[in-house]
Each structure stands twice: as C-alpha cells, then as structure tokens.
C-alpha cells in the first residue's frame, strides 16, 4: 500500500498549489466506502475531507513539519493574522484582525463542483473580512458564494443561514437572498485554506443596482424605512439566539470603542467623537435593558439595498447580513437614518421622513423616539473611530475602509448646530403625523 512518490489529486481538495511540489513518502492509504483514513509517519498533516457521495479522498501534507514556500499573494490578503494593537485595548473581534480567506480560483471551483455540482464563472465581491464571489453558472443561473472568515464563529454563519430560511417562511415578499442546499441538502459546509477552516455558503443572486452607486432622491428614504420595518417585522418572531460574538459594529459596546479615539488624526473631530461615546456610556448604556429588543440587521445602508436596473427608484434587494444581532430595535432604526444626513438643508429631515415610514410599519414605543438623536450622532463616530483605526492598520485598504468617512465627519458637525431638544421634538413628530 506504500509508495515511493503518490501524488494526491487536487480535483478534489481545497489544496495550496505548493503541496503538489512536495515528495511524499510511505503513506499508507486506507479507503473506506465514505471515509478516509490516512495513516502517516511524518508530522504536519491536515486533511480535506470532501463528503460528496464518493469514496475518493484527498489529503494535503507538510513534511517535517516544513511548509512549502509561499507565494505572492496581493497585499489586501498578505499574512494570515496579525498581532493586535489598538485592537487589544477595544476589544476587536479577530475577524478584523484576520484577513480575508486565501482560496485560489481552482479551489473555489472544485468547492463549487463538488459541493453544488455547479460550474460558471467567478468574480469577486467587496466585503470586509470574508471572500465573497460572484458565480454564473454554465446553466445562466447565478449565485453567491461566500467564504467566512477563519476567526468567524461557525455558529454566526448558521444563524444568519437560519434566519435566511425564517424570512422566506414568515415574508416571502422580501427581497433576502435564499440558501442553496448542498448535494446533501446541508446549508454550509467547511473547506481548508492555509491550515485553517472556513464556513461555505451559496446563496441566490439578487439582480438589481446598488444603491449608492444611483443618485438617490426623497423618494428613496421612505421606501428604505418601510423596507427596514417589513424586515424588523419578519425578524420579529426568529427565536433563534445570537451566537453572542463580539461584532465591532455592535452599538451597544459603543463606549469600548474610545480606546481608539488616539488613531483619530482630526484633534478636533477626535473631541467631539470621544464626547458622543462618553454621552452614550452615560445617558443611553443604562437604559438599554429597557428597550424592546430583537435580531436586527444592524447594517441598512445604501451599499447594502439594490435598486431595479430599469427602474432606479424602486428598492429591490437587501443585500449583506453579516452584522446581524440582537439589540434594541431603535439602533436599527439609527444605523439606517445615519446615512442619509444631507449635505444641505435640515440636518433631519430624511431621518425623520425615514422614521415616520417604519414607524407606520413596526410601531416604536414612546421611550424609543427621544434616543434617535444621540443613537444616529453614535453611529456616526463609531464610523470615524473604526474607519481610521482600520486604515492606519491596513492602509492598502484605506480607500475601502474610510468610504463612509467623510460624510461621518459632516453629520457630526452638522449634528453639533441642532439643540437636543430641538431634535428630540421634531423626531417625535415624524411618529405622530397624520401621514
């Protein structure tokens, strides 16, 4: 059973393109029907398991403990992880401090095949911390496919999975991206890249524009804050828990985030972004346990709505669950209307036009309203904290990271000339309108 040199398929496996170079020598292979045993006298062996109905299998091996050279990669994905600074003392998640998964595009189609029985071809996606590809199948079909992070908790890819399902079950109208099955009828399943696991998916595409990329008018904010009340609405009733990780993004640990106030260049954009953070400790951290609380999507912005192609003005997809959590409902509604602070005219006024529209959908309770202000003035220096933090640790994506900069950057100054009063008052009457 031993050989002087066996090559190890890579159809199969989700392998580095190195290990094809290596000798390997007396390895008993035993195969079973659906398993695979490898018996090895060296150390430094990891295997890939592809469970697809066949009794073929494929392993990848360092000998000695030796890894092979390394190859170039580009700089948006160099090294696996990185050591923690700022990050230490915020209590970052380590999906921002890991990189994005590292698979080739033969890895990915062998994923594709293997596990979908699909081929087509591959684009890649933006997106913060995972891969994520765009696939055309050879059949017109398209789909995407998404490859989590190895510092991402497996049960934050189910639970999004899950709530995938309770939407199409409980609003079949939303326009959410559905889960494609395996061939064995799984949701996802885990593939090797670089020594470290990562959860797979496939999803329906969503055709459509996205909204940032438009120009958007009035008309868009209210259909965005029905939008986001139909979805509160649906999510509801997911009992599902929330795995409990850690998202950077979480509103509701806002005040860990001033441990990154020192990468801030603006001094005076510094004080006032520490001054928001430390009002939210102070004024709102208390009362969050008295909050009508629920999964939110927590990430409802232009870049993650998609606009019919022939017609711009109608809002046809929600694209991007990964910050999904449970948390008071009202930080939903702040996340969403801290995107569309105009440059001119009323600070508020598509806050509350915003407001008013989900409002109508998923009533707020009265305690909720008067928080609005400060919540939406929160977000906005999570933005800056997070965005320049981010940038100074990977600059080569700083023009990614630091997209939402400049308009965090207004709306808090722009925020700076309304009296809170003044605020509190006008988002209120967004609520009780007769419209």
């Not at 709102?284 to 017609?311: C, K, M, T, Y």
């Not at 969403?336 to 409002?359: D, I, Q």
């Amino acid at each position: 059973m031993a050989s002087d040199a066996l090559r190890l398929s890579c159809g199969n496996i989700y392998q580095n393109p190195d290990t094809a170079r290596c000798v390997f020598e007396k390895i008993a292979v035993l195969r079973v029907f659906r398993t695979l045993s490898i018996l090895a006298r060296f150390c430094g062996i990891s295997c890939c398991l592809n469970v697809i109905g066949r009794s073929a299998r494929c392993c990848r091996v360092n000998l000695f403990g030796v890894a092979p050279a390394a190859t170039s990669r580009p700089s948006s994905r160099e090294g696996s992880k990185r050591p923690m600074t700022l990050a230490d003392a915020a209590g970052a998640p380590a999906t921002f401090t890991v990189m994005t998964p590292r698979f080739t595009s033969a890895e990915i189609r062998a994923l594709l095949w293997d596990h979908y029985g699909t081929e087509g071809e591959l684009r890649t996606l933006a997106s913060e911390r995972d891969l994520t590809m765009g696939v055309e199948a050879s059949d017109g079909r398209r789909f995407v496919l998404k490859i989590a992070n190895s510092a991402e908790n497996p049960e934050v890819v189910r639970f999004q999975n899950a709530a995938f399902v309770h939407i199409a079950d409980v609003a079949p109208a939303l326009p959410v991206a559905r889960v494609v099955g395996t061939l064995q009828g799984r949701r996802e399943v885990v593939a090797l890249a670089d020594g470290e696991e990562h959860m797979v998916r496939l999803l329906t595409y969503l055709p459509g524009n996205v909204l940032a990329s438009v120009e958007r008018t009035a008309t868009h904010v209210p259909a965005i804050g029905r939008l986001l009340g139909e979805l509160s609405l649906a999510l509801s009733t997911f009992s599902r828990p929330a795995p409990g990780d850690e998202i950077l993004w979480d509103m509701q640990r806002a005040p860990k985030l001033r441990s990154l106030a020192p990468s801030i260049a603006n001094p005076d954009l510094r004080r006032r972004v520490e001054a928001i953070l430390a009002r939210f400790d102070a004024e709102i951290a208390p009362r969050q346990a008295s909050l009508e609380r629920q999964i939110v999507h927590n990430d409802f912005n232009p870049s993650n709505l998609l606009v019919a192609e022939d017609e711009p003005g109608r809002i046809v997809g929600i694209l991007d669950f990964g910050d999904m959590l449970e948390a008071p409902r009202i930080f939903d509604v702040a996340v969403a209307c801290s995107y569309h602070v105009p440059a001119e005219g009323p600070p508020l006024g598509f806050a509350t036009m915003l407001l008013s529209a989900y409002h109508a959908v998923h009533p707020l309770a009265a305690e909720e309203i008067p928080l609005l202000f400060d919540l939406i003035a929160t977000r906005h220096a999570m933005t800056i904290a997070i965005s320049e933090w981010r940038a100074r640790r990977h600059p080569e994506n700083a023009a990614y990271v630091l997209r939402n900069h400049g308009n965090a950057a207004r709306a808090i100054e722009r925020f700076a000339t309304i009296r809170r009063e003044d605020a509190v008052a006008e988002l209120e009457r967004a609520c009780h309108s007769p419209d």
